[in-house]
């Protein structure tokens, strides 16, 4: 079984993420009960049947959220084309920079190891927001602080003894690839950015604003272009300015099987020929090669896990909210 073929199972495990969001959590449980509602939905392509897609549809046209689950009921069943239309032409790229707060240590790792400046290159950077890590403050709770950023601060609970840096990275270049990259100056792609933010969750929206802000100031370098076909070239031109990081978040998930064995077989064969550095940050069920490195993940547990060329550091909460080192 795929990843996006099961819709009840699909609903069930988003709801056990959503918990931040009693909206959705509600709203995906009954969903997954929801018979008629399925079926509605197995009249998507698989990849659009996703929960946070389908929920963001319905509040782009007008379902309250948080709100009752008989409202988005009511309106994916008597939708007359506008929300599948949505569904159909926009995707969920979240671009959650809370996430760069458990991948802080692996970057400074990095740096540490490589006695060199970055270079990051983020496969799947929609709008580009996670490529300004040094560009916010951190607060790794309980107890650890790293600030000079002058920024935002990104706030994670953190178990385990990771390597918390305790200096901003130096990042001499920044760089993505995206088969549709979002504009940080499109008020119709932010406002699309903003729907995506769970109910309930004011501060990922003001985060979200604050983090475009960032990205205007300074737009970094982004390419329309496909992971498997377009990746060498900005790998390329990224190696001249410091130590190549390949990485990405909530991304892999979105490629069929095929394309992402064949894409982590591309990946380590680059990390090997010392080309790039890798680091992955995925749902436990995505990259299971990575997964299988760590200690075993619970069955239906909708845990990410932070790789490193291959390797599992960490547990991590889906939009950076907490972290178990391994």
């Avoid at 449980?29 to 946070?52: M, S, T």
């Avoid at 496909?226 to 990081?245: C, F, K, W």
Wanted: some cysteine; aromatic content about 8%.
């Amino acid at each position: 079984m795929d990843l996006f073929t099961d819709i009840a199972s699909q609903y069930r495990l988003f709801a056990l993420d959503a918990k931040e969001s009693p909206c959705f959590e509600d709203w995906a449980r009954r969903v997954a009960e929801d018979d008629v509602v399925k079926a509605w939905l197995a009249e998507l392509p698989q990849i659009k049947q996703q929960p946070n897609l389908v929920f963001a549809a319905a509040r782009w046209h007008g379902v309250p959220a948080p709100g009752p689950y008989d409202g988005l009921r009511r309106a994916l069943l008597d939708d007359a084309g506008p929300i599948r239309e949505t569904i159909m032409t926009r995707s969920t790229q979240t671009n959650e920079v809370g996430r760069l707060a458990t991948l802080m240590p692996v970057f400074a790792r990095i740096e540490r190891e490589s006695g060199r400046p970055l270079a990051l290159l983020e496969v799947g950077t929609s709008a580009g927001l996670c490529l300004f890590p040094d560009r916010y403050d951190y607060e790794w709770k309980p107890g650890r602080w790293l600030s000079g950023s002058a920024g935002p601060v990104l706030t994670c609970d953190v178990s385990g003894d990771p390597p918390l840096p305790r200096s901003l990275p130096t990042v001499a270049w920044r760089g993505g690839i995206d088969l549709n990259p979002l504009d940080v100056e499109d008020p119709d792609a932010m406002a699309w950015l903003s729907g995506l933010v769970w109910p309930e969750q004011d501060d990922r929206r003001r985060r979200l604003a604050a983090a475009i802000d960032i990205a205007r100031a300074d737009p970094p370098h982004i390419v329309r272009g496909d992971l498997m076909t377009d990746l060498r070239a900005q790998i390329e031109l990224a190696a001249p300015y410091g130590e190549v990081v390949v990485f990405h978040s909530a991304v892999a998930a979105y490629l069929d099987r095929q394309t992402r064995t064949q894409f982590q077989v591309s990946m380590m064969g680059l990390v090997e020929a010392g080309i790039c550095r890798w680091v992955s940050n995925e749902g436990a069920r995505v990259l299971p090669d990575v997964t299988a490195t760590g200690p075993a993940v619970p069955v239906d547990d909708p845990t990410f896990v932070l790789g490193l060329d291959g390797q599992a550091l960490a547990w991590t909460q889906s939009h950076g909210s907490a972290m178990r080192w391994l």
